[in-house]
């Protein structure tokens, strides 16, 4: 009896650790496959003739040209990230993502929303708001945020992978926006200057939290534009 007792536990041991090993491999599969949809959706939307978008990026490069001038001066907190931005519904991009970001050196698509909410978070890549919106522009630094201890998706796991001129693009509704990591850094959550627009850049910041499993600090890769 006590034999068979071992060998039900010692099975139900190797059940539960393989289990444990396909969990994250099978619930990323499953997120990636709703990413696919939801890109694959946002295409649709931008294909179509539709005036709204470019009022709509007309607005963008205006309130980038006003976080420049205004120093980001509303932007004085970590709080600040989780502001939300507006409904892009309306504008016709229907699953209200401003477009989508591709690391190849991390085999990584995400779609980024607008606001650094919960909910967003757990959707894909957010733009951090009181930053520049990412359409490009001399004066600009758009910072996007992930996360990288989610149990369901890898995201911005594996940032610590990107290396000094490794690639990243930025797909928004209007064209896209081609970038090279150009330095790495670790700060603490409320660093904020280091997030700042730097004058006659046009950047991209990544943002996540640092440790791997823990959240003291904050890992960023700074990209620069590729013209």
């Given at each position: ?105 991390m085999d990584l698509i995400l779609p980024i929303y607008l606001g650094a ?111």
């Amino acid at each position: 009896m006590k034999i068979k007792i071992i060998r039900i536990t010692a099975i139900l041991l190797l059940i539960a650790g393989v289990v444990v090993l396909l969990y994250p491999r099978v619930t990323n599969f499953y997120y990636n496959k709703n990413v696919t949809q939801t890109l694959r959706s946002f295409e649709t939307d931008i294909d179509i003739d539709n005036a709204e978008l470019e009022s709509l990026y007309q607005w963008m490069v205006a309130e980038n040209e006003k976080l420049f001038t205004s120093g980001q001066k509303d932007l004085f907190d970590p709080f600040s990230y989780e502001q939300p931005g507006f409904d892009l519904t309306k504008y016709g991009l229907t699953d209200n993502i401003v477009g989508y970001i591709t690391i190849p050196r991390m085999d990584l698509i995400l779609p980024i929303y607008l606001g650094a909410s919960h909910e967003n978070m757990f959707l894909g890549a957010v733009h951090l708001t009181q930053t520049s919106y990412p359409v490009g522009g001399s004066n600009t630094n758009c910072v996007i945020a992930a996360h990288r201890g989610y149990s369901k998706a890898l995201m911005f796991r594996r940032i610590e992978l990107l290396e000094i001129g490794d690639p990243v693009e930025i797909r928004n509704f209007r064209e896209t926006l081609t970038y090279k990591v150009v330095k790495t850094d670790i700060i603490d959550p409320s660093d904020i200057p280091a997030i700042l627009i730097q004058p006659q850049k046009e950047l991209i910041t990544l943002i996540t939290c640092h440790p791997l499993g823990g959240n003291k600090q904050r890992y960023l890769v700074f990209c620069e534009r590729v013209q």
